[in-house]
């Protein structure tokens, strides 16, 4: 929004386009009652081809002022954009906005904004709990345990367990890695971070120190991935950079799969040398065959970091606060900056 001076309240004629899944899953009757009076919406009108032949969505389209939109939602292009002329602004109940916001769309001078700092707290919180789990050696120790059933001698298996004064490295300060970085403020922790966008100011008020990413990826005890997908951050973690892991080190990646090697990063763990917690891989599904299901220094987990279950109810409320603000006249919470887009997932 171009001023942050309240109007008078309207209900902005809105139209949801998303998956009936997605709808289904973040849309409880408690969030589609908050939404109806915020907006004047359709909640049964529900928009997953905007080229569809269907005189009531061709309606309510033209006169849409607002999107509502979610996982499914199909590309906002020319010819999606030319059914709806009084269209200003997208509000997005999920995270990235690459998948259906289209040049046209700021062209247009249509406001967008998006959930993504609201999905970013469970990858957070998963993060954490893998950074918390990997220093103390629970993938080890519980193999140990299991495969002998007796008293385990910890000092003896695993010398250095535990996260007192253990150094901890983020690639990338996304709103995940930001939040990684607060979320691990209370513990004894030494926390580097690396992203060319950073720089030593902003590094110290999340109370982490810049590091090149080579030093970072060198002298951490566990590595955890938090950058765009981007041409320029594929397979970011290759031979060389996993080779500069400590013996013992553990890789975390909550971020895409393209971003690791995956047959660099196979050999490396198959050698036992370093572990790994991968709620991400290349491709998304491994082959049936991968020895990354099977390798016990490896927690494979299906992408269940970002916002599931109940979590995805967080997602709508984020939504219809920032289409409340809207309403008001007021600047989005969480507004999409275009010139800063691409350095984003």
């Known amino acids: ?9 309207t209900r902005p004629r809105t139209v949801l386009a998303m998956s009936g899944e997605t709808r289904d899953a973040i849309l409880l009757p408690a969030a589609l009652e908050r939404l109806a009076r915020v907006a004047d919406v359709q909640p049964a009108l529900l928009v997953t081809d905007f080229g569809a032949d269907d005189p009531a969505q061709r309606a309510a389209l033209r006169d849409t002022e607002a999107l509502f939109t979610g996982w499914g939602c199909p590309p906002l292009d020319a010819a999606a954009l030319s059914a709806m002329p009084r269209l200003r602004t997208v509000v997005h ?14 062209d247009r001078g249509i406001t967008v904004s998006t959930a993504a700092t609201a999905n970013a707290l469970p990858v957070a919180e998963y993060t954490v709990a893998a950074i918390l789990f990997a220093n103390k050696h629970v993938l080890g120790s519980a193999r140990v345990y299991r495969e002998t059933r007796t008293r385990v001698n910890l000092l003896a298996e695993f010398p250095g367990i535990g996260n007192y004064h253990r150094t901890v490295g983020l690639v990338g300060a996304s709103r995940i890695g930001r939040r990684v970085a607060e979320l691990l403020r209370p513990f004894d922790l030494r926390v580097l971070v690396h992203d060319p966008y950073l720089d030593e100011e902003r590094a110290q008020a999340l109370g982490a120190e810049l590091t090149p990413l080579d030093a970072l990826v060198a002298q951490s005890d566990v590595v955890s991935i938090h950058a765009p997908e981007l041409p320029q951050t594929r397979h970011l973690f290759d031979a060389r950079r996993l080779a500069l892991m ?21 050999e490396e763990l198959v050698s036992g040398r370093i572990d790994a917690v991968l709620d991400h891989t290349e491709p998304e599904v491994l082959p049936a065959d991968s020895p990354l299901y099977d390798l016990p220094n490896v927690l494979l987990t299906p992408h269940i970091a970002g916002s599931q279950g109940g979590e ?15 309403a008001h006249g007021l600047p989005f919470a969480h507004a999409v900056d275009p010139r800063t887009l691409h350095q984003q997932a």
């Open 246 to 266: 400590r013996d013992g080190a553990t890789l975390v990646n909550t971020a895409r799969g393209s971003l690791v090697d995956t047959d660099a990063l196979v």
């Open 312 to 326: 995805l109810h967080r997602l709508a409320d984020a939504a219809v606060d920032e289409l409340e603000r809207y």
């Open 1 to 9: 929004m171009s001023s942050s001076r309240p109007r008078t309240r």
């Open 93 to 106: 109940a999920a995270g990235s906005v690459k998948h259906h916001i289209t040049q046209e769309v700021w």
